[in-house]
């Protein structure tokens, strides 16, 4: 079957909780998609959101942002899914997995159904484990099922090293990897200041205790998303940032460098599940993975993580 010609410009947003509302909000603001649906199971969700966002326009660039169905996503060419059950306070990411798998698999046939071209953009927790689910479902190549991943673990990453040492987060080169949860890692091994290693910077800041700082920041970033929930009952400003720029990434083809969760096939010894690692995004999608340097505790490290998922992926039933 010939591939169906998509519309670059436009996208669909199935989910419209938090997650899914904030992310369209950001998109509607970046001027990247001319068109926009959003799908919820409750469509008068759907279209109060459409409408809401849709005031702002005026302020913004022109796009159509409307409430639809399934049919309308025939010609997107990036289907993000936030859809899931909610994190509630006191749960893990991973505690959700049965709950969202299940909600996948009534999702991902209908993105099928009209759409086998587009690229899948996972959001949804556990996101590693469902965006497994999501490339199993639907049979896509796996470069065009990308999860969120820790793009926004690493920003907060980046935003925690920034404050810590008082430099501007854009010049910051560092990435936490594995799940986006409980078992992630911070690469501290590669992490560097516009190419100078992150413990020289840290001492020329007056840092010295390394082994204490690196556990206390990686801990924060860590806890981050349980110490918002914890205070405020959900997060999504971060994420709905970090959905626009995957998105920029892809509609733009810059090849970004972005730890987005994907399909492991033999890189750093691990295979059949998805996690984070660097890749390079376009608008094919995950290119390839960057070979990043791991000491053998990251190795070790990312090994546990993998196992970790592997073995809930094996509870999902999956």
Same mark, same amino acid.
């Given at each position: 079957?010939? #591939?169906? #010609?998509?519309?670059?410009?436009?996208?669909?947003?199935?989910?419209?909780?938090?997650?899914?509302?904030?992310?369209?909000?950001?998109?509607?603001?970046?001027?990247?998609?001319?068109?926009?649906?959003?799908?919820?199971? =409750?469509?008068?969700?759907?279209?109060?959101?459409?409408?809401?966002?849709?005031?702002?326009?005026?302020?913004?660039?022109?796009?159509?942002?409307?409430?639809?169905?399934?049919?309308? $996503?025939?010609?997107?060419?990036?289907?993000? $899914?936030?859809?899931? &059950?909610?994190? #509630?306070?006191?749960?893990?990411?991973?505690?959700?997995?049965?709950?969202?798998?299940?909600?996948?698999?009534? $999702?991902?046939?209908?993105?099928?159904?009209?759409?086998?071209?587009?690229?899948?953009?996972?959001?949804?927790?556990?996101?590693? %484990?469902?965006?497994?689910?999501?490339? #199993?479902?639907?049979?896509?190549?796996?470069?065009? %099922?990308?999860?969120?991943?820790?793009?926004?673990?690493?920003?907060?990453?980046?935003?925690?090293?920034?404050?810590?040492?008082?430099?501007?987060?854009?010049?910051?080169?560092?990435?936490?990897?594995?799940?986006?949860?409980?078992?992630?890692?911070? &690469?501290?091994?590669?992490? =560097?200041?516009?190419?100078?290693?992150?413990?020289?910077?840290?001492?020329?800041?007056?840092?010295?205790?390394?082994?204490?700082?690196?556990?206390?920041?990686?801990?924060?970033?860590? =806890?981050?998303?349980?110490?918002? $929930?914890?205070?405020?009952?959900?997060?999504?400003?971060?994420?709905?940032?970090?959905?626009?720029?995957?998105?920029?990434?892809?509609?733009?083809?810059?090849?970004?460098?972005?730890?987005?969760?994907?399909?492991?096939?033999?890189?750093?010894?691990?295979?059949?599940?998805?996690?984070?690692?660097?890749?390079?995004?376009?608008?094919?999608?995950?290119?390839?993975?960057?070979?990043?340097?791991?000491?053998? =505790?990251?190795?070790?490290?990312?090994?546990?993580?993998?196992?970790?998922?592997?073995?809930?992926?094996?509870?999902?039933?999956?």
């Amino acid at each position: 079957m010939a #591939k169906k #010609k998509l519309d670059s410009r436009k996208c669909a947003m199935i989910g419209c909780g938090f997650v899914g509302s904030a992310s369209v909000y950001a998109l509607m603001q970046s001027g990247l998609f001319s068109d926009i649906v959003l799908i919820d199971a =409750n469509k008068d969700k759907a279209e109060g959101e459409a409408l809401d966002i849709s005031h702002g326009i005026p302020f913004a660039k022109p796009v159509e942002i409307i409430a639809g169905d399934y049919s309308d $996503i025939s010609d997107a060419s990036i289907v993000i $899914i936030t859809a899931g &059950a909610a994190q #509630k306070p006191g749960e893990t990411r991973l505690d959700l997995v049965k709950k969202n798998v299940g909600i996948f698999k009534s $999702i991902i046939p209908e993105v099928v159904k009209y759409n086998k071209d587009c690229t899948l953009l996972i959001v949804a927790n556990p996101v590693d %484990v469902l965006t497994y689910a999501a490339l #199993k479902l639907s049979g896509f190549p796996k470069e065009r %099922v990308i999860g969120s991943g820790t793009v926004l673990d690493t920003a907060r990453f980046k935003y925690l090293l920034g404050e810590h040492l008082d430099l501007d987060s854009r010049s910051i080169h560092a990435f936490i990897i594995g799940e986006h949860g409980d078992s992630e890692i911070a &690469a501290w091994s590669s992490a =560097n200041v516009s190419g100078v290693p992150i413990h020289k910077v840290c001492e020329m800041r007056g840092f010295t205790d390394h082994d204490y700082e690196t556990r206390r920041l990686a801990e924060q970033v860590k =806890n981050a998303a349980y110490e918002i $929930i914890d205070k405020k009952g959900a997060t999504y400003y971060g994420i709905g940032m970090a959905i626009k720029r995957i998105c920029e990434a892809i509609i733009r083809d810059e090849r970004s460098i972005l730890p987005v969760s994907t399909l492991m096939t033999g890189q750093f010894g691990l295979s059949d599940v998805c996690l984070s690692m660097p890749a390079i995004v376009g608008e094919k999608g995950v290119d390839t993975l960057l070979p990043i340097e791991l000491d053998e =505790n990251e190795m070790a490290a990312l090994k546990a993580s993998a196992d970790t998922l592997k073995a809930v992926i094996a509870d999902s039933g999956l």
